[in-house]
């Protein structure tokens, strides 16, 4: 059986770990690791950047032998990942800018139709609805204090 | 009598409007969540502590339980109806739920399985009033040492019963741990993975890291799914009747259910489900007629319902008594009243004991609550299964994105959600658990000062944690569940630590 992208992604994932565990204990080691009499601030990180370490490197190997494991996402799944996290970025970004009425009504209608729902009326009725929804839960009721942007 | 006391007191305070809405409110939504596939009760427990911010710590309290509570009833509805667990804690009911339905018997089993979660809650309940106060006691004589013990032991235990690769779990619980010590370092002010950052002087909140986890990434895993719409049979309320038989076959299997149930909320790990996997296991083991389960017999309906919902009372215990949250539910409860600046452990019984009473009549009333509701609304609930989630997941992504905001008016958090939510979704495709994860960062801070105050006491010599007799019981029991978990692989199947069922789904 050959090697799928899926274990090659994973075990990438699992090595990127564990240079995070390496770069936590070396950056830990400089805030003071003390004694174990009289531990410093870098004592405690220290050793759970070196469990990271050891997890990582163990799951790695396990990782790398191991031949199982379909891909993770289809063209057509990452496709609509990408487009999900994008919206998700672009309503934190557009948010300041044009206000939070406006940008969630048109984050959720994006929403719905990366999720395929059809027509374009059923799409507008549940964005205008969870937009109302969301300004009487928390604008009206619990007064968050929301950016109103340039359009008021 | 003191108990009996409180306890009247406790109902005294439940009874207030607010109260009783938030009750009726957290049933009603974890039932509905727990009906819907998908979205779990984690994530909408996480999701609700914005709104409980405005009420009082029992309110909130009360309030997620209820939705805890309200999944796991919520969960059997799909099952049943529609061979589609509603969370992952109702996935055994499916085995024979879905066959009594085939014959007819769906309106039976979701009434058995009503009944019997309210005799599962009430039994779980009493056994949290009785045996909590008792071990907050027993807990006062906690020091250091024996706190750090039974972090060590509970670590062992959740990285090896969340998932089948505990080092996967392990690696889970280091990174949450890591997480937790980013900020300032309250024991001795020194400021530790900020990079000059003042937002990350202050730490990274525990919010916007369990609602990434628990629910961006399975937002983004329905999103990424193909939907198939579901068949949901049409229950009227006279189908509800369950014939004399099937009573008398219930019985005893609730009663099992509800007390194993309770013991294994105990157990650290993903405690609502092993319990119905244990349950349904016995429950097949000691049966007359074994060949009759995974065909429509009713003790493998019950068994597990009730043992999922006293569970969730057992699971309270840790996190009420020691401040130890067992699972990823109480982990989001320690949060909740850690906003409130209530510190949940054994001091919570002499400086607020009205939150533990008034929590405990609370649950009562909701258990009724939760009765009421699931019985006559049934058909309701077998309705909102069909929602799609191309309606249904938009909406949340936005109460997400919001209730986020919400919570400190930062768009930090609402990026660490999101990132979150995406390292999560890989997790749940690897197979990584995410509890374990949440559970390190909730109880990161208890474990370094656990920690450093050890070493300190004792002057360095940890050898010397010999000497406490209980932390050296903690160690022990760790210890011998690592060698038990080396050895049987060779000991045969016989030893072979096994919470699931023979048939799969």
């Known amino acids: 059986m050959e090697k799928t992208s899926g274990s090659r992604l994973e075990a990438c994932f699992v090595f990127l770990m564990f240079v995070l565990g390496v ?90 139709k990366i999720m395929k729902l059809e027509g374009w009326w059923k799409p507008l009725a549940v964005s205008v609805g969870t937009t109302l929804f969301i300004y009487l839960m928390f604008d009206y009721w619990l007064y968050v204090d929301f950016p109103r942007g340039i359009l008021g | 009598m003191e108990g009996f006391d409180l306890l009247y007191n406790g109902f005294i305070n439940s009874l207030t409007m607010v109260n009783l809405f938030a009750c009726f409110i957290g049933a009603l939504i974890g039932t509905i969540v727990g009906v819907l596939p998908g979205l779990g009760p984690t994530a909408t427990m996480a999701l609700m502590l914005p709104f409980t911010l405005s009420y009082g710590p029992t309110t909130g309290l ?18 049943i109806l529609v061979n589609i667990p509603g969370e992952a804690a109702s996935v055994v009911t499916c085995l024979d739920g879905y066959q009594m339905s085939k014959k007819g018997r769906a309106g039976a ?58 080092l996967k779990g392990a690696l889970m619980i280091a990174f949450g741990l890591f997480l937790s010590s980013i900020g300032i370092n309250p024991m001795d002010s020194y400021p530790r993975f900020t990079f000059g950052s003042d937002t990350l002087m202050q730490g990274i909140d525990f919010l916007p890291i369990a609602m990434g986890l628990f629910g961006i990434s399975e937002i983004l895993n329905i999103a990424l799914e193909t939907y198939v719409k579901p068949e949901v049979n049409k229950i009227r309320l006279k189908d509800l009747y369950p014939s004399r038989e099937e009573v008398r076959r219930s019985i005893a299997p609730t009663l099992r259910g509800s007390v194993l149930g309770f013991f294994v909320g105990l157990l650290p790990g993903p405690c609502t489900v092993i319990s119905t996997f244990v349950s349904y296991s016995l429950e097949k083991r000691i049966a007359k007629n074994p060949g009759a389960f995974g065909h429509g017999a009713v ?17 309270m215990i ?110 749940l495709k690897w197979k990584y ?73």
């Open chain 1, 23 to 112: 770069v936590i204990t070396a950056i830990s080691w400089g805030y003071g690791f003390g004694s174990l009499r009289r531990p410093g601030p870098g004592l405690y990180p220290v050793f759970i950047g070196v469990m990271i370490c050891i997890f990582t490197l163990s799951i790695l190997v396990s990782t790398v032998r191991s031949k199982a494991g379909g891909p993770v996402l289809d063209k057509e799944g990452a496709k609509r990942l990408l487009l999900m996290a994008g919206t998700f970025c672009l309503w934190i970004v557009a948010m300041p800018l044009l206000g939070y009425v406006v940008v969630t009504c048109l984050a959720t209608y994006a929403f719905c």
């Open chain 2, 62 to 79: 009360i309030m997620m339980t209820g939705v805890w509570y309200g999944a796991m009833y919520g969960g059997s509805t799909t099952s």
């Open chain 2, 109 to 166: 089993a979701l009434a058995m399985v009503a009944v019997g979660s309210f005799v599962a809650g009430t039994l779980g309940i009493l056994g949290l009033q009785f045996f909590a106060p008792f071990l907050g006691n027993a807990a006062l004589s906690f020091g250091p040492p024996e706190f750090l013990s039974f972090m060590i032991l509970a670590f062992v235990l959740l990285s090896n019963l969340s998932s089948d690769a505990p």
């Open chain 2, 299 to 315: 003790e493998g309906v019950v068994a597990p319902e009730s043992a999922n919902n006293s569970a969730v009372m057992g699971s």
């Open chain 2, 318 to 427: 840790p996190l009420l008594t020691l401040g130890i949250p067992f699972a990823a539910p109480s982990a989001i409860m320690l949060a909740g009243l850690r906003m409130h600046n209530v510190e949940p452990g054994p001091m919570l019984f002499t400086t607020n004991p009205d939150v533990f009473w008034t929590f405990i009549a609370a649950m009562y009333l909701g258990n009724i609550m939760l009765l009421i509701l699931n019985l006559p609304l049934v058909g309701l609930f077998g309705k909102i299964a069909v929602i799609r989630p191309q309606i249904l997941m938009p909406v949340i992504s936005l109460i997400c994105l919001v209730g986020v905001y919400s919570v400190r008016n930062s768009f930090f958090d609402v990026w660490v959600m999101i990132a979150a939510g995406v390292v999560g979704f890989f997790l």
């Open chain 2, 433 to 505: 658990p995410i509890a374990p994860f949440i559970i390190g960062v909730v109880l990161g801070p208890t474990t370094e000062n656990s920690l450093r105050q050890t070493l300190m006491t004792f002057k360095g010599d940890l050898s010397l944690i010999l000497n406490r007799r209980l932390s050296v019981t903690l160690l022990a029991l760790a210890v011998a569940f690592l060698a038990y978990k080396f050895a049987s692989p060779y000991l045969g199947k016989k030893f072979a630590l096994k919470v699931e069922p023979d048939n799969t789904l």
